[in-house]
């Protein structure tokens, strides 16, 4: 069992106990943010004089071989020797290069080491979700464009409420996917600054020059307080709000998605790439993405609460528990990147049923409220139109019929302010190209809100 702290005891520790302290088996992953950090370090303390310029390249050098060699897996992590990913790369460094490689930790502690590693890799997280979201942006645009005049009905409480288009209706979710991609960018430039140099909470004796260190991983600068540098999970727990509010955006556009694909909406075909079937129904055709993404939600819901619990009562600086930081948020970050890239697939192959969708408008009477809106028109206050159009509203249920179908007389019964104009005036493209404010689902609206998304997109390129 390879430790880096072996001197004080005089007995190893109880193989169990390794074992459940030890995090190779997960920390594994940061083998490329360990080597870099390192890299940097070492750099940083030539500059200084701490180190010897062929020492300093000695290392470097042992180091990007192990880095190497791990890719091409001639070299391979035996989780069985030891604790963490910091002791693998040491101690594999030790054994190639001697005892030059001893000097490596120096001015540094697992601490800061470990914030640092956490940090490179979350940062690199972030800028994946954001190109992820940014695609998923595209694929929505794409659809909003060809669906400026594709009428369904819009709802409130799952009740058909005013006609609207299948471009306004995926316009919502541009502007959830819009803010979550803005949240990228604040968790980005909040979170670039580097622990290196904080050793285990108080600093270093040593002359470090941590601004030279952060520079070189293209950090903003040095964080400001050595406690807070191995203590702070803020950015995490950032991060993982942010990917639990994704999730919560992805859901319910499945769930829609789920319900629009049910027998009783038919308003989309899912690819069948994107779907399965039945192991005792042929005739089933099941939308399984949406429905794996719904319920990934809840799991990514669960790693943020974890890390919030775990951090919630730890005293400064380092604890050890802080080591729980990392499957939480490794499960988040993996659960979040395969839903983006499965959802997105999705919809970009997703077909619309757009005559029945228009149908299904038309027989919600989602154009109520621009008949009481035509009374309106007509010298009727609203709240007496309102009331004309409720008992109207109750003849076409009781009649199995719609507003639009009913005969001049039969609406005259009603109220003698109705005239021939009505059939145009609750007609789903006049109640929809009506609208016209910005924001509006009317088709010259919509069009001004789509050359705002273009530009949007074309202008935000992916962090970093």
Not at 38 to 56: F, P, R, W, Y
Not at 267 to 284: C, L, N, R, W
Not at 433 to 451: F, S
Request: proline letters at 2%; aromatic letters at 8%; a negative charge.
């Amino acid at each position: 069992m390879a430790q880096l702290w072996g001197g004080r005891f005089t007995k190893e520790t109880d193989r169990m106990v390794y074992d459940f302290n030890a995090s190779i088996g997960f920390d594994k992953r940061l083998i490329s943010q360990d080597i870099e950090g390192s890299i940097a370090h070492v750099s940083m303390l030539a500059k200084q004089g701490i180190l010897t310029d062929s020492e300093k390249n000695l290392i470097l050098k042992g180091l990007k071989e192990i880095s190497e060699d791990v890719k091409s897996g001639t070299l391979v992590i035996d989780e069985s020797k030891y604790e963490d990913i910091h002791s693998f790369v040491e101690a594999t460094l030790i054994a190639r290069i001697g005892d030059t490689g001893k000097k490596l930790h120096t001015g540094r502690s697992r601490n800061d080491q470990v914030a640092l590693d956490m940090r490179l890799y979350t940062r690199e997280q972030v800028k994946e979700t954001d190109a992820l979201l940014k695609a998923l942006l595209e694929a929505i645009l794409a659809t909003m464009e060809e669906n400026t005049e594709t009428f369904m009905p819009g709802f409130t409480h799952l009740q058909k409420a005013q006609p609207i288009t299948l471009a306004h209706h995926y316009g919502a979710y541009f502007e959830m996917f819009k803010r979550d991609r803005q949240r990228m960018t604040d968790i980005y430039r909040r979170m670039n600054y580097c622990p290196l140099g904080a050793g285990a909470l108080a600093g270093t004796t040593y002359p470090l020059d941590r601004e030279y260190s952060a520079e070189l991983m293209g950090f903003d600068g040095p964080t400001l307080n050595s406690m807070d540098s191995v203590a702070d999970r803020d950015y995490l727990i950032e991060f993982l709000a942010a990917l639990a509010t994704i999730m919560m955006h992805l859901s319910r556009f499945s769930e829609e998605i789920i319900i629009w694909n049910s027998n009783e909406y038919q308003f989309v075909e899912i690819d069948d790439a994107y779907s399965t079937g039945s192991s005792i129904m042929p005739q089933k055709k099941n939308p399984d993405i949406a429905e794996l993404v719904r319920g990934k939600t809840g799991r990514v819901y669960g790693d943020l609460m974890s890390l919030l619990t775990t951090m919630k009562g730890l005293p400064l600086a380092y604890n050890k528990d802080m080591q729980e930081d990392k499957e939480v948020a490794f499960d988040a970050m993996d659960t979040v990147k395969d839903c983006l890239t499965l959802f997105t697939g999705m919809i970009r192959t997703m077909k619309f049923k757009k005559e029945r969708m228009a149908v299904s408008a038309m027989n919600g009477f989602t154009n109520a409220t621009d008949a009481a809106d035509y009374l309106v028109g007509k010298g009727v206050p609203f709240r007496d139109a309102h009331g004309i159009i409720g008992k109207l509203v109750l003849y076409c249920i009781e009649k199995n019929t719609s507003i639009d179908a009913l005969s001049l007389n039969e609406l005259k019964e009603i109220s003698d302010k109705f005239e021939d104009d009505i059939y145009d005036a609750v007609s789903l493209k006049t109640c929809v190209n009506k609208r016209l404010t910005i924001g509006a689902p009317g088709p010259e609206a919509m069009r001004k809100v789509i050359e705002q998304n273009k530009k949007y997109l074309a202008e935000n390129e992916i962090i970093g």
